[in-house]
């Protein structure tokens, strides 16, 4: 390269040396100052423009890449490429359609500002919309998002005035039980104060006797000692058991609600988010199950009982039953085999039996007045209360076991919960000091609700019986018109199921009558159903039914 040149900024197209500070807008050429002659001279023909290269309105076109003396002043269609007019002489572009090169440069610019109008009146706009509307969408989602966070306190709040209530309430129900408990004692407290003042009334008269010196005085006199070794039994005050509702993580944050999922895991746009609105008292621990259009029988299984009064599930497929003999029988219902038998202590029909969360028998002798356990095939007495036999028992959620019992008078019922041998609760009399049950002779079962309500079949009086924990009234169940048979209601075995249904067994109309947890009547099982006597239900909620003269055990589903 020449070393002269490197220190131009634009060399002349002649000389190649000097600064090029003119151009010609004919020959679109760059010419420094001592060059613009000689190139005047040149092409005479051609009227030469020479301007000062700032104020030229004609480009200079490249050299071309073939021709490095020559500028580009064509262009060539076929080839879309430009060309100088050496290259319109080869064979390279024979034939080949050439426009001038200002021509396809007008044409360029004219698109270019067609696309820059575009460009600054649509394009341009459009996009600063889209930015606004981003913006405004992240106002709004900070607000949206501070309303969601809002409603989650609130809800929160709401949760917490709830619990507030529910403790009120257990500690309003406290205070009720221990004013009962002690207004109870209180009243043995008087009879006992008088019954001491009497015996003290008793010694002092005796005393005065012994004195006497006249037998014919002595002779006639008798003395009340005899109705004093008896004392009253006084019951043993206990606190009501408090059962407290075990939730997993998992199930409370179901209850409490949560954010629906988005569209995009990735971005999180394009999507709905707001609280799942949810009921508190909603159940996420069991799913909400409906009844079958028509019960199904699955399956019948025939004993060898000569009557058939009761049944208690073990397991989903083996049952404890009772007829009349004092063997229990326990069946599996897929083999339709018996698989073990068991008699009683006494060796009198078992009125009433119960099994176990551990999976043990519990068995009610009216006869001897005992509820009796059965561990390993080994019987051992559990409850024996003097003057009272027991009518039925069912084994409770905590553990305990509530008992129902008439006094040997007749006079009496009540419900006791023993926790093993010792007695916890006495629920025997509602808010006007009314008793609660029947008394006398009758068949009387008992059961627990899922929701801790205390349930007894109390067939005397053609009622079930409901209180909660504390052995506070609920209601009463007097049975639902028209029965199938049109006759009156004869509640028999009583059980229920994890949506807190109460099943009873309707003897005389061939039935079970299913209430929900408020006493409200639901429906009837009548399907394949005759005189049943005992129910119980599986962890499926499959019901099973005791067949009186049948002897049949039946297996029902009536939920989906």
């Keep these: ?226 109705g004093y070794k008896n004392p009253l039994q006084v019951a043993e005050p206990s606190l009501p058991k408090l059962a407290l509702g075990k939730i997993k993580e998992e199930e409370f944050n179901k209850m409490f609600g949560g954010l629906s999922s988005c569209l995009s895991e990735e971005d999180g746009l394009d999507c709905s988010v707001k609280a799942e609105e949810r ?37 989903d497929d083996e049952i404890w039953t009772t007829g009349q003999d004092k063997t229990m029988k326990l069946y599996s219902i897929s083999q339709r085999s018996l698989l073990k038998s068991i008699a009683t202590k006494s060796e009198c029909r078992p009125s009433d039996i119960t099994v176990t969360k551990n999976g043990d028998l519990i068995y009610v002798d009216t006869m001897d007045g005992t509820v009796n356990i059965v561990k390993n095939e080994k019987i051992r007495k559990l409850v024996k209360q003097k003057n009272w036999r027991p009518d039925g028992a069912c084994s409770t959620s905590s553990g305990d076991i509530l008992v129902i019992m008439n006094n040997n008078d007749n006079e009496r019922t009540q419900v006791l919960r023993y926790q093993g041998s010792t007695m916890k609760q006495s629920i025997e009399f509602d808010d006007e000091g009314k008793s609660l049950y029947s008394s006398g002779p009758a068949k009387r079962l008992i059961t627990e609700n899922r929701n801790l309500d205390i349930c007894v079949s109390d067939h005397k009086a053609r009622a079930v019986v409901v209180v909660n924990q504390a052995g506070k009234l609920r209601f009463r169940y007097t049975g639902h018109t028209p029965a199938p048979k049109n006759q009156p209601f004869s509640p028999q075995g009583i059980t229920t199921d994890s949506q807190s249904h109460i099943l009873t067994a309707d003897y005389i109309n061939d039935c079970v009558h299913i209430i929900d947890q408020d006493g409200q009547f639901l429906r009837f099982i009548t399907f394949g159903i005759s005189e049943p006597l005992g129910l119980c239900t599986d962890t499926n909620d499959n019901l099973f039914v005791a067949e009186y003269r049948r002897k049949q055990m039946k297996k029902i589903k009536y939920l989906m």
Excluded at 180 to 188: F, G, I, S, Y
Aim: hydrophobic share 30%; proline share 3%; charged share 30%.
């Design 1 to 226: 390269m020449d070393p002269t040149r490197t220190s131009v900024q634009r060399p002349c197209d002649l000389c190649k040396t000097g600064e090029a500070l003119m151009g010609c807008d004919t020959c679109l050429v760059n010419l420094c100052k001592a060059c613009v002659g000689e190139h005047m001279m040149s092409g005479i023909s051609k009227q030469h423009k020479i301007v000062r290269f700032a104020v030229r309105k004609s480009p200079l076109y490249p050299f071309c890449a073939s021709h490095i003396k020559k500028r580009y002043e064509m262009y060539c269609n076929e080839c879309d490429d430009p060309a100088c007019n050496a290259c319109l002489r080869t064979d390279q572009h024979l034939g080949h359609e050439f426009l001038q090169i200002s021509h396809v440069l007008d044409e360029k610019k004219k698109k270019i500002i067609k696309e820059q109008t575009e460009l600054k009146e649509t394009i341009y706009p459009k996009y600063q919309n889209i930015a606004s509307d981003v913006q405004n969408k992240m106002s709004q989602l900070e607000k949206d998002h501070a309303d969601l966070s809002t409603a989650i306190t609130k809800h929160g709040e709401d949760w917490h005035r709830n619990i507030e209530k529910i403790v009120k309430k257990l500690k309003n129900q406290v205070d009720e039980i221990k004013n009962k408990q002690r207004q109870t004692l209180q009243n043995h407290m008087d009879e006992i104060s008088k019954t001491i003042s009497e015996i003290k009334d008793e010694i002092s008269s005796m005393e005065r006797l012994i004195n006497y010196m006249d037998i014919t005085k002595l002779i006639n006199v008798t003395t009340d000692i005899e």
């Design 279 to 315: 009921s508190p008292e909603d159940d996420a621990s069991l799913p909400l199950k409906q009844f079958l259009e028509e019960p199904e029988i699955m399956s019948t299984l025939e004993t060898d009982y000569h009557l058939l009064y009761n049944v208690a599930c073990l397991s």
